[in-house]
């Protein structure tokens, strides 16, 4: 009796493994079960030294540093780099982020920015903190680095600290403050003087002043010549224009950042080891019925050229689309989509180098690090 529960209960288990690998061939479809049903060849022994960045510390003649890791979720701005002079930047880091809740659905982070002037090897010679915040109206306004300052371009103030060490908060100079312009004064001031001088430029609401009428608000801001300065009681059509001059002369008060893709001859692509095949089915649209769209998950092995020395990084969770070709058994490289996924993996990093410094800049924006790499010899 005892041997034939036994032989019950595996032939249960069995039907009921088979039930379970019928559902999942159901739901990923027979032909994306039956490739992933197929063995893997396995990874070639020269790959297996890769590493992921983070377990990285050195390699060759080089040292890697995590120089910063933002707890934020805001890539764009979490680094940002600006070259101030031969063998000098200023870098910037997210170093910390509290959320808050105001309530009433008001809810957000609140950051700590640390800049960082660092010299040709790396090394920290001085320091500056501002706080920034997610909400367009907190009372810490809005900070952009540009132009080898910084500035907020809401509480309308300019530090000249990357350049001369002073951290004093220095005031835009007001234009017109007690709006006894009248409408041609103002139009032929803007376009006499402001348009053609002006290096920087952007319209702006006076809303946290609160002595200004309402219907006065409209303003510019603007920098020339060596000066920030704000022009208050500005027409629409004044303000529409500057709106309109800064984005096509490329003059708009935003932040600059040196920190950018990775280049084409920075990563190579050496090698892509699939793990699963998976598809999807997409909804219908207004002009397509539902389609069904598949793609490989796995991991991409690359090379990070310096000078005589190569980094060497595997990175995991690596999607390839696979739109044209369904292929029906797993293969270890993928000529045909070597493109598609460099270009995909050079958006998963920032880069920064310069001639005139003895180290470089690594960013790895999935995680949310910045690494410094420095020549060890």
């Not at 769209?293 to 060497?312: E, H, M, R, S, V």
């Amino acid at each position: 009796m005892k041997k034939k529960t036994i032989k019950y209960s595996i032939i249960t288990a069995i039907v009921l493994f088979l039930i379970y690998k019928l559902n999942v061939s159901l739901a990923l479809g027979m032909d994306t079960f039956l490739i992933n049903s197929l063995p893997s060849k396995e990874l070639p022994s020269k790959y297996k030294e890769y590493k992921n960045l983070h377990e990285v510390k050195n390699f060759s003649n080089h040292k890697i540093i995590l120089f910063g890791k933002s707890k934020g979720y805001y890539p764009n701005i979490d680094f940002q780099i600006l070259e101030i002079s031969k063998g000098e930047i200023i870098l910037k880091l997210i170093t910390k982020t509290e959320p808050y809740d105001h309530g009433g659905g008001n809810k957000g982070d609140d950051f700590l920015n640390t800049v960082f002037k660092m010299d040709s090897y790396g090394n920290i010679s001085d320091t500056l903190n501002y706080k920034t915040s997610s909400s367009n109206q907190s009372e810490f306004g809005d900070v952009v680095l540009l132009n080898k300052q910084i500035v907020n371009k809401d509480l309308l103030y300019y530090q000249t600290w990357p350049t001369d060490g002073n951290k004093a908060k220095k005031a835009f100079i007001p234009i017109n403050k007690d709006l006894t312009w009248d409408a041609e004064k103002l139009s032929k001031y803007y376009h006499d003087t402001v348009l053609p001088n002006c290096i920087y430029l952007d319209n702006f609401y006076a809303w946290r002043d609160k002595s200004i009428p309402v219907d006065k608000r409209s303003s510019i801001i603007y920098f020339a010549n060596n000066q920030w300065y704000i022009l208050y009681g500005v027409e629409s059509k004044i303000s529409d224009d500057a709106q309109k001059q800064s984005f096509n002369q490329n003059k708009k008060v935003t932040n600059e950042n040196a920190l950018s893709k990775i280049p084409n001859d920075k990563i190579l692509f050496k090698y892509f080891q699939k793990l699963d095949y998976n598809s999807n089915v997409m909804g219908r649209t207004q002009a397509n019925d539902t389609y069904t769209y598949y793609y490989w998950n796995g991991i991409a092995y690359i090379d990070i050229p310096f000078a005589n020395d190569t980094l060497k990084l595997k990175k995991e969770d690596v999607f390839m689309d696979d739109y044209d070709t369904k292929e029906k058994s797993i293969y270890d490289t993928v000529k045909d989509k070597r493109k598609e996924l460099e270009k995909s993996l050079k958006s998963e990093y920032g880069f920064y180098t310069n001639t005139d410094l003895q180290f470089t800049l690594l960013q790895d924006k999935k995680d949310n690090s910045l690494y410094l790499i420095k020549k060890t010899k």
